[in-house]
T-cell receptor, first 114, second 116 residues
Framework: DSGVTQTPKHLITATGQRVTLRCSPR?????VYWYQQSLDQGLQFLIQ???????AKGNILERFSAQQFPDLHSELNLSSLELGDSALYFC?????????????FGSGTQLSVL | AQKVTQAQTEISVVEKEDVTLDCVYE???????LFWYKQPPSGELVFLIR??????QNEISGRYSWNFQKSTSSFNFTITASQVVDSAVYFC?????????????FGTGTSLTVIP
């Protein structure tokens, strides 16, 4: 068990809808990262937060947004969902924000858009 | 631009065989870090090893070993005497020494199946 908690584990929704994925990092970890894993594109970095502030942005669509709250948990909001958004969304955390950080991954949220 | 290439999409070996997973990376930075992660069927990625760009020593941990060669920009992973429990998807990743913020670039993964 990595100590990173993601909810829900599975989410089934329809096109055009909006969903929120939640992540609780390991106790004491200040950085949270969001990744999207799809069969055809592998593991794509979306966004990183450190102690409540956005630190790095990857290939995150404008329809997606995220935030990290004062208690350090993070939420990833996906809106106007499309079939292509179906994927496994991972959250990871690390103690700090250095390039040498080991990432601790949650078990992911499997999103299915029908 | 940073990039990690894992050319082997799927590999199958018979139990007790040795297997090497290839990883080739691209970066213009002189300070960077390389990682391997394992994703078992349960889905959660698990950290295996980290290497910085200034340490080219090979590392061995039990049946696992890693060969880092800057001259060929490669960071290969060898499993000796493979076991069924080694069946998983393995990801190689690269991280640069960026001042503010950080992102880890992952390869597309190599799916390893160890046949009993």
């Amino acid at each position: 068990d990595s100590g990173v908690t993601q909810t829900p584990k599975h989410l089934i929704t329809a096109t055009g809808q909006r969903v929120t994925l939640r992540c609780s990092p390991r106790s004491g970890d200040l950085s949270v990262y969001w990744y999207q894993q799809s069969l055809d594109q592998g593991l794509q970095f979306l966004i990183q937060y450190y102690n409540g502030e956005e630190r790095a942005k990857g290939n995150i669509l404008e329809r997606f947004s995220a935030q990290q709250f004062p208690d350090l948990h993070s939420e990833l909001n996906l809106s106007s969902l499309e079939l292509g958004d179906s994927a496994l969304y991972f959250c990871a955390s690390s103690p700090q924000q250095g390039a040498d950080e080991k990432l601790f991954f949650g078990s992911g949220t499997q999103l299915s858009v029908l | 631009a940073q990039k990690v290439t894992q050319a082997q999409t799927e590999i199958s070996v018979v139990e007790k065989e040795d297997v090497t997973l290839d990883c080739v990376y691209e970066t213009r930075d002189t300070t960077y870090y390389l990682f391997w992660y394992k994703q078992p069927p349960s889905g959660e990625l698990v950290f295996l090893i980290r290497r910085n760009s200034f340490d080219e020593q090979n590392e061995i941990s039990g049946r696992y070993s890693w060969n880092f060669q800057k001259s060929t920009s490669s960071f290969n992973f060898t499993i000796t005497a493979s076991q069924v429990v080694d069946s998983a998807v393995y990801f190689c990743a690269l991280s640069d020494d960026v001042v503010v913020g950080n992102q880890f670039y992952f390869g597309t993964g190599t799916s390893l199946t160890v046949i009993p």
